[in-house]
């Protein structure tokens, strides 16, 4: 039952900024820890980021500063703001959702990721 979308990826100049959203469905979302996790051509998938239940957020050095991730329970949504985009940045990015108690050490649930393009 449980099901992740994610959307709000696109082409954006560098240094530009992105919004990604995450919409679980099938259970409250306050159940678990999200994360946003990307993939590169050819290079393996790291993790961005990590929200818990109570909102405490930590990042990937690389985006450290730049991305900003955000929950709201009552909407089942989860936000990844991407600031000072580089084409490093470039990726696919995907929301995955794990038991809060775990903290984004075990995901059970991901989404078929939307697509970020960095590029002048």
């Known amino acids: 039952q449980l099901h992740i979308v994610e959307s709000g990826g696109g082409l954006v100049q560098p240094g530009g900024s992105l919004r990604l959203v995450c919409v679980l469905s099938?259970?409250?979302?306050?159940?678990?820890?999200f994360a946003w996790w990307r993939q590169r051509p050819g290079q393996d998938r790291e993790r961005v980021s990590c929200?818990?239940?109570?909102?405490?957020?930590n990042y990937a050095q690389a985006v450290e500063g730049r991305f900003t991730t955000t929950r709201d329970d009552a909407e089942n949504t989860v936000y990844l703001q991407m600031s000072g985009l580089k084409p490093e940045d470039a990726a696919v990015y995907h929301c995955?959702?794990?038991?809060?108690?775990?903290?984004?050490?075990?995901?059970?649930?991901w989404g078929k990721g939307t697509p970020v393009t960095v590029s002048s």
């Open positions: 995955a959702a794990g038991p809060k108690v775990d903290a984004c050490n075990v995901l059970n649930v």
């Open positions: 099938g259970l409250p979302s306050d159940r678990f820890a």
């Open positions: 929200i818990t239940e109570n909102h405490d957020a």
